[in-house]
């Protein structure tokens, strides 16, 4: 596969792997020995770069999906770029699906993260460590200052930012190079682009999540699909219902159409779109099917011009589309300056 730079020297694959979906949030776990088949068979097929985070578990294993990807990838550990992250937790009392999220950014707080994160993973340093979301109680100075240790300590060697707005992004950047942004960007949830012209600045990268908008894009889903509603939570996206997908239907024709003139899928279009926009975006598509792998990583192999890519961009600005869903709801105790409850409208959708 392709590689790409994110910030000024982390190589990864131009494709990533979202790990999160083996364990959390999309239906029944995957049974422990075949989510490390399945981590395997990616590298293989030429993923180097694989995203998780120490809350990507079960309610009775919290933090599996980082024990499963260490023990999948220590073969290659030197090949591999795996990124995780701190600075959130589950509310899991509270028994409401999707779960309820704490954020947590104090730096005694990002200290236990991490020496828990390099003991799960099995490696003596973090190659990407995000902060998963901004807790509006710790100011960002503080929060980089506490990265560059880590660096320093070679804990760590790059660090970013996950749902990072201009003003936070910037003062953290002057106290500690950010590496990447993982920001929710796709066809469906494009607020993230008033961003682009910060990051080419500063010279960091766009690790995408949720590309397909969590499958939609893919083109495999319509009416009456059904999610169970304890475990996976399409059940309560609002993309996934039986109106949205007639809402949806001139989205779907577009990718349909692109993708029979490019002899190649939906969900691979939905990619290379944003590809094909910046070099410095990586989306990382979560799958649990070997197949889906290889389809997503073929996405790097489509070409379009930047004309095509502004013909796409003019039809979804005119484009009506259904509410999409933006994110799970964060708690915290004392509102501060980085609310991250706020949210950005995306066609009716509260983007947090």
Same mark, same amino acid.
């Given at each position: 596969?392709?590689?790409?730079?994110?910030?000024?020297?982390?190589?990864?694959?131009? %494709?990533?792997?979202?790990?999160?979906?083996?364990?959390?949030?999309?239906?029944?776990?995957?049974?422990? @020995?075949?989510?490390?088949?399945?981590?395997?068979?990616?590298?293989?097929?030429?993923?180097?770069?694989?995203?998780?985070?120490?809350?990507? =578990?079960?309610?009775?294993?919290?933090?599996?999906?980082?024990?499963?990807?260490?023990?999948?990838?220590?073969?290659?550990?030197?090949?591999?770029?795996? !990124?995780?992250?701190?600075?959130?937790?589950?509310?899991?009392?509270?028994?409401?699906?999707?779960?309820?999220?704490?954020?947590?950014?104090?730096?005694?707080?990002?200290?236990?993260? %991490?020496?828990?994160?390099?003991?799960?993973?099995?490696?003596?340093?973090?190659?990407?460590?995000? +902060?998963?979301?901004?807790?509006?109680?710790?100011?960002?100075?503080?929060?980089?200052?506490?990265?560059?240790?880590?660096?320093?300590?070679?804990?760590?060697?790059? /660090?970013? &930012?996950?749902?990072?707005?201009?003003?936070?992004?910037?003062?953290?950047? $002057?106290?500690?190079?950010?590496?990447?942004?993982?920001?929710?960007?796709?066809?469906?949830?494009?607020?993230?682009?008033?961003?682009?012209?910060?990051?080419?600045?500063?010279?960091?990268?766009?690790?995408?999540?949720?590309?397909?908008?969590?499958?939609?894009?893919?083109?495999?889903?319509?009416?009456?699909?059904?999610?169970?509603?304890?475990?996976?939570?399409?059940?309560?996206?609002?993309?996934?219902?039986?109106? !949205?997908?007639? +809402?949806?239907?001139?989205?779907?024709?577009?990718?349909?159409?692109?993708? !029979?003139? @490019?002899?190649?899928?939906?969900? +691979?279009?939905?990619?290379? /779109?944003?590809?094909? @926009?910046?070099?410095? &975006?990586?989306?990382?598509?979560?799958?649990?099917?070997?197949?889906?792998?290889?389809?997503?990583?073929?996405?790097?192999?489509?070409?379009?011009?930047?004309?095509?890519?502004?013909?796409?961009?003019?039809?979804?600005?005119?484009?009506?589309?259904?509410?999409?869903?933006?994110? $799970?709801?964060?708690?915290?105790?004392?509102?501060?300056?980085?609310?991250?409850?706020?949210?950005?409208?995306?066609? =009716?959708?509260?983007?947090?």
């Amino acid at each position: 596969m392709e590689t790409r730079i994110l910030g000024k020297d982390l190589t990864v694959s131009a %494709v990533g792997l979202g790990c999160m979906g083996f364990s959390h949030a999309y239906g029944a776990p995957t049974d422990e @020995k075949e989510t490390i088949r399945l981590l395997r068979r990616a590298f293989d097929l030429g993923y180097t770069f694989f995203d998780t985070a120490e809350v990507y =578990g079960t309610p009775d294993d919290p933090h599996i999906n980082e024990a499963l990807v260490g023990k999948a990838l220590a073969p290659v550990r030197d090949q591999a770029v795996i !990124a995780t992250k701190f600075g959130l937790r589950f509310d899991f009392e509270s028994g409401k699906v999707p779960v309820p999220l704490i954020p947590d950014s104090r730096p005694e707080t990002i200290r236990r993260s %991490v020496e828990g994160s390099l003991k799960r993973l099995g490696t003596d340093h973090i190659d990407l460590y995000f +902060q998963h979301r901004i807790d509006p109680d710790v100011e960002p100075e503080t929060v980089a200052g506490v990265m560059s240790d880590l660096i320093k300590e070679g804990k760590i060697t790059h /660090w970013g &930012i996950s749902e990072a707005n201009e003003d936070y992004l910037c003062r953290a950047n $002057t106290v500690c190079p950010v590496t990447a942004v993982q920001n929710r960007y796709s066809m469906m949830a494009r607020h993230y682009e008033n961003l682009f012209p910060v990051l080419e600045e500063l010279g960091v990268g766009l690790v995408a999540f949720s590309p397909m908008a969590n499958g939609f894009l893919t083109g495999k889903y319509g009416k009456g699909q059904m999610f169970d509603p304890k475990t996976d939570y399409r059940a309560a996206m609002p993309q996934f219902t039986d109106e !949205a997908v007639e +809402q949806n239907a001139a989205l779907l024709k577009l990718l349909h159409d692109m993708a !029979a003139e @490019k002899n190649a899928t939906p969900a +691979q279009i939905s990619m290379a /779109w944003m590809l094909c @926009k910046k070099p410095w &975006i990586v989306p990382i598509p979560g799958t649990r099917k070997e197949e889906r792998m290889a389809e997503n990583a073929g996405a790097t192999m489509i070409k379009l011009s930047s004309a095509e890519v502004d013909a796409l961009d003019k039809a979804l600005d005119a484009m009506e589309m259904s509410a999409v869903f933006g994110g $799970t709801p964060v708690s915290h105790h004392v509102a501060g300056r980085y609310s991250v409850n706020e949210g950005v409208k995306n066609n =009716g959708s509260h983007e947090r």
